[in-house]
């Protein structure tokens, strides 16, 4: 058993379909698991409908509208037969999703989100599934919003891996036994005890793609992208990229986990506890080798890989009676943290102060900083960058910090941050 991930760029209209279908048509060999994302930006644009819904705004319609004709669009493009059943299924999907927007201002926002924004992997695995049997390639679309159980964290669902495993493989093995040999099913949803639909977070289809390929002791996992493999930098920020073709498991997880966007952080570990080989790998191309990742650290490639965060803050904050920053301290600023939903990227403490690199854009920094200032001073500089690299060298060090000035710096062994100005 295989699993396959395809992302929202990857079957953004009717061409790339057509492409996925050839991708799998060419490679797959065997039973396939292949894991869907919502259609190119259709998470970003239900996000938009669900609040204009919620908050009961103007234009509400007018963004459902648009939602239903980027899919009609992409309809048109695959079924030139205005008749074909795919049709009638995905007016079906919309109407649902047309009722639990009429229901939405009696929900938790939370839980309103999961049942609307989902509709976008509904909508895509129907119609791809449909445009698969057309062309040919027979399959069995699984519903994921009954098989992945989780906890019931609205936008945030934790996996309950015996039940999910459980019904996983039941569904799976179910599918099989009708002599088809690949199953399509949605990233990104699940449910909960009660039957509703809970997401895993935003970018989560890789994440469930790995839980795939755990319950189904897959013997590899691959994620198709828009680029050749996992890059060594993101092309955005710096130039000279270069394609790793080999990282452990280890790295895979430090560099997801310091912001590469390239993997959902979450997704390595059921790998790696499995020992499955993930493949990321160029639904553009091929014929390109991708990188592969696992658990050789030996293979693993010294290249240097750099990450960037932008529109960072440094906050440093004192005691105001001068005590030391002890655990108590730290506790209650973490507390605060926590309770304006502020995410610290790094984090150092001296003996009368303690900074961290924030990110500027997410959480109240406001209502934090009130809070914080009542027993502390606080002084901060915004709009920095982070800077993580990997595998570190002090010549590269010096040309990526250039002329700045570096406000804070950490290293370990493998890695070392920066806080520079932007
Ligand atoms: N469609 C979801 C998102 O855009 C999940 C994913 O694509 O990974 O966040
Ligand atoms: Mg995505």
New binding site residues.
């Given amino acids: 058993m295989e699993v396959y991930k395809f992302?929202?760029a990857s079957v953004k209209d009717a061409c790339s379909v057509k492409n996925v279908t050839e991708i799998l048509r060419s490679q797959h060999e065997g039973p396939t698991c292949v894991v869907v994302?919502?259609m190119g930006k259709?998470?970003?644009a239900l996000e938009a409908v669900l609040d204009a819904f919620y908050y009961g705004k103007e234009d509400k319609d007018d963004l459902l509208k648009k939602v239903m004709a980027s899919h009609i669009e992409v309809l048109h493009g695959l079924f030139p037969d205005a008749s074909h059943p795919v049709y009638g299924k995905a007016k079906a999907l919309f109407g649902r999703l047309y009722e639990i927007l009429g229901q939405v201002s009696g929900m938790s926002y939370d839980k309103a989100y999961d049942q609307v924004?989902s509709y976008?992997?509904r909508l895509s695995t129907c119609i791809i599934s449909a445009s698969l049997e057309q062309d040919g390639i027979r399959n069995t679309e699984l519903d994921a919003s009954r098989l992945l159980l989780t906890d019931g964290r609205f936008r945030e669902g934790k996996i309950l891996w015996e039940p999910t495993g459980q019904r996983i493989t039941a569904a799976v093995s179910e599918a099989l036994a009708d002599g088809k040999d690949i199953v399509l099913t949605q990233?990104?949803i699940a449910c909960d005890q009660a039957g509703d639909t809970v997401?895993l977070?935003?970018?989560?289809?890789?994440y469930?793609a790995a839980v795939f390929a755990y319950c189904l002791d897959a013997s590899r996992m691959t994620i198709w992208k828009d680029v050749p493999g996992v890059l060594n930098a993101d092309p955005k920020f710096f130039s000279n990229t270069r394609k790793l073709d080999y990282i452990s498991y280890y790295d895979a997880t430090e560099l997801a986990y310091y912001g590469a966007s390239v993997i959902?952080p979450k997704t390595i570990k059921p790998l790696q506890n499995k020992h499955i080989p993930l493949h990321v790998r160029s639904f553009m191309d091929v014929n390109e080798s991708g990188t592969w990742i696992g658990l050789d650290d030996v293979k693993n490639s010294d290249i240097p890989s750099f990450i960037c965060k932008k529109n960072q803050v440094l906050l440093s904050v004192y005691p105001k009676d001068f005590s030391f920053v002890d655990e108590m301290n730290l506790s209650e600023i973490f507390d605060c943290f926590v309770a304006h939903g502020v995410k610290v990227n790094m984090m150092q403490n001296s003996a009368l102060s303690f900074s961290v690199c924030v990110d500027g854009h997410r959480g109240d920094m406001q209502a934090m900083l009130d809070q914080l200032s009542e027993r502390y001073d606080c002084r901060f500089n915004g709009n920095l960058e982070l800077v993580t690299i990997r595998h570190y060298t002090q010549e590269v060090i010096d040309r990526i910090a250039g002329t700045r000035q570096v406000l804070l710096e950490q290293r370990t062994r493998q890695a070392v941050q920066l806080v520079l100005e932007s």
């Fill in positions: 992302g929202g994302s919502a259709t998470t970003n924004v976008g992997e990233g990104f997401t977070g935003r970018e989560g289809s890789d469930s959902h």
